[in-house]
């Protein structure tokens, strides 16, 4: 599967964006979705994931209550909105699809990453 990923940009501290990761194929909904970021000279983090169905919804603790995965398996699509957006959120966002359904916090359990979308939010 091929994954594309867009929405970033440069917001001020407390603003929105909405990131959009359309995948190729007609195995999207096979997949649970998740989304990760890397700041500059940090490892690449978990930030949110969704289950198959998108009956399941799992968040960083950094992120919880500010940020929503959602996703349109119609569509072949996920999302992360992003709200009330801090400085520390700076980051290239990258979404990426888990074929094996374990570890969804964990990197190497997804196969397929997109090329990341530039997030920069301004105090």
């Known amino acids: 599967v091929q994954l594309q990923a867009s929405g970033g940009g440069s917001v001020q501290a407390g603003g929105s964006l909405r990131l959009s990761c359309a995948a190729s194929?007609?195995?999207?909904?096979?997949?649970?979705m998740g989304w990760f970021r890397q700041a500059p000279g940090k490892e690449r983090e978990f930030v949110a994931a969704i289950s198959q169905s998108g009956g399941s919804t799992y968040y960083a603790d950094s992120v919880k209550g500010r940020f929503t995965i959602s996703r349109d398996n119609a569509k072949n699509t996920v999302y992360l909105q992003m709200n009330s957006l801090k400085p520390e959120d700076t980051a290239v966002y990258y979404c990426a699809a888990n074929p094996r359904g374990g570890s969804y916090y964990y990197p190497p359990e997804y196969d397929y990453w997109g090329q990341g979308t530039l997030v920069t939010v301004s105090s």
């Open positions: 194929g007609r195995t999207f909904r096979r997949y649970v």
